[in-house]
């Protein structure tokens, strides 16, 4: 269990999420401590405007919901929905029965270093509708993440 | 009217049979998946959902090419039918509320059936009775293996299956079990119990899922998380949950029996003389004192019906079942009413050696 950050002394309830120029900052705060800050959480969520691109998911839906539009969603809040993972399930990696018709998996939420490693294999290999596929996952993950940054 | 209990087979679950029922009721396996190229059914249109229903049922079919399954479209039913087979557990509730083409895939003895467009596209359950894991996933999983190479499901290689909920994302995979646990409700272990239970990774819920009550001593149990470990080993685990529960229980049934045997034997027929001569019965209340009947039976205090009887009875007196039963409509103010009646009859029936239920 997760202490609250300020006082120590009760477990960790609200845990804020500030989205900043230089990346995002997770906080934890007992329900006390958040209080005493002004925090209330529904405020936080009503803020959060982003959405799915696939689906039009608004991530406060999601956030009230509990429920996803669709599974592009997971790529579009992926940081987010990592650390519900973690929360939820004390993982945030897939250990069981891979699909393997498509073991890359229809997202690949793989990070762009081991797709450029992907990538150069397939080149080698000569594979290069494989390659094509891959460069367009790097390019879709690196606007992901320059959104993120906005 | 008692001939309709006779005639109709109640599914594998309620059979009392398979390692640990007199305590274990029932075990499921259920596994979500969904389509790759689709939004979830919430979120999809009317159309979006059609597609998705025939894009399923489709390929079910060539995955199981001459099976014996059934398609059944919750669209073509009226409400009465799809409370029906909620009753028996080949749906969910929120299955048989939502709008559109929805429906089940179902084997003819209702041991597997497969959801479509309930909260995920596809939710396979493999449900029956007493306490069983890794039979009942190796069947979900060969089922999910052949209907994975017909259609393409929505998964990650890191992240697993994908799930309307994140909460089934990975495995996709829940194993739950329905309790019946009056001894450590009688002993007052059953907060410690459930307690200890949920900090190994294994919550409660009431007989019909989320949302609903506990009552009866009866007490849904599956493991809290889906992610991080193979399919075994959460069957594995949960089951080793499940398996000390069950032998507390056994221990307190022990105690009760060793401590307070006449006040034990008081409850059980309290319960029986208010069964055979309420004249009103809600469901609760119903659950409640046949849970007594039932601890009654399992420790030879109560020799008035059997198990198998007593599975058969608790179903017929679920809304559907005992409309099915009485063979009319009972309107929503006399249900408790007939419900006692039906309770009256199949007790009285019981007193008398010729009747066919022995």
């Known amino acids: ?150 | 009217m008692v001939q309709s209990i006779l005639t109709h087979a109640i599914p594998p679950w309620l059979c009392a049979a398979g390692p640990h029922s007199d305590i274990v009721i029932s075990s499921r396996i259920r596994l979500a998946r969904n389509l790759a190229h689709h939004q979830f059914p919430a979120r999809a249109s009317l159309y979006e959902r059609n597609a998705i229903f025939n894009e399923v049922s489709e390929g079910f079919s060539r995955a199981n090419p001459g099976n014996s399954f059934n398609v059944v479209n919750f669209g073509n039913l009226d409400k009465n039918q799809r409370d029906f087979m909620v009753e028996e557990r080949l749906a969910s509730p929120d299955l048989a509320t939502f709008d559109g083409d929805r429906g089940v895939i179902h084997d003819s003895a209702r041991r597997i059936s497969i959801m479509v467009n309930e909260e995920d596209h596809i939710r396979f359950q493999c449900l029956d009775s007493g306490l069983q894991t890794l039979t009942l996933w190796s069947e979900i999983d060969g089922i999910d293996d052949a209907l994975g190479m017909q259609i393409d499901y929505a998964f990650d290689k890191r992240l697993g299956f994908l799930t309307c909920c994140p909460i089934n994302a990975g495995t996709g995979l829940r194993i739950s079990f329905l309790l019946h646990l009056p001894g450590c409700v009688l002993t007052r272990a059953i907060d410690a119990v459930l307690c200890g239970a949920g900090q190994m990774g294994v919550s409660t819920r009431g007989f019909f899922g989320e949302h609903s009550a506990i009552s009866g001593a009866l007490f849904q149990l599956s493991n809290s998380a889906a992610m991080g470990n193979t399919e075994s080993e959460f069957c594995e685990s949960t089951r080793a949950v499940v398996e000390s529960i069950v032998d507390h229980e056994r221990k307190a049934r022990e105690k009760l029996l060793a401590n307070a045997r006449l006040e034990l034997t008081d409850k059980i027929y309290r319960a029986y003389g208010i069964l055979c001569n309420a004249s009103l019965l809600s469901l609760e209340e119903f659950f409640n004192l046949t849970s007594a009947i039932r601890l009654g039976i399992e420790c030879t205090l109560f020799d008035k019906c059997t198990i198998h009887e007593l599975n058969r009875l608790t179903l017929f007196v679920l809304p559907e079942h005992l409309r099915v039963c009485m063979k009319k409509e009972i309107p929503e103010n006399d249900i408790r009413a007939q419900r006692a009646e039906l309770v009256k009859l199949f007790f009285s029936k019981h007193s008398t050696p010729q009747f066919p239920l022995r």
Do not use: W
């Open chain 1, 1 to 150: 269990m997760e202490m609250c950050e300020q006082c120590g002394k009760q477990a960790a309830t609200v845990h804020l999420t500030r989205i900043a120029n230089e990346g995002t900052k997770v906080s934890h705060f007992c329900q006390d401590c958040a209080a005493s800050q002004g925090l209330s959480a529904q405020q936080d969520i009503q803020q959060d405007l982003r959405e799915c691109r696939h689906c039009h998911m608004k991530f406060s839906e999601f956030a009230i919901s509990g429920r996803l539009g669709c599974p592009a969603c997971y790529l579009e809040f992926e940081k987010e929905i990592d650390a519900m993972f973690v929360q939820m399930h004390g993982a945030k990696n897939h250990k069981g029965k891979a699909y393997s018709e498509h073991s890359e998996g229809s997202l690949g939420t793989a990070d762009i270093q081991s797709l450029t490693k992907e990538l150069a294999e397939a080149v080698k290999r000569e594979e290069f509708e494989l390659a094509a596929l891959i460069r367009d996952k790097i390019r879709q993950r690196s606007d992901h993440a320059k959104i993120d940054r906005t």
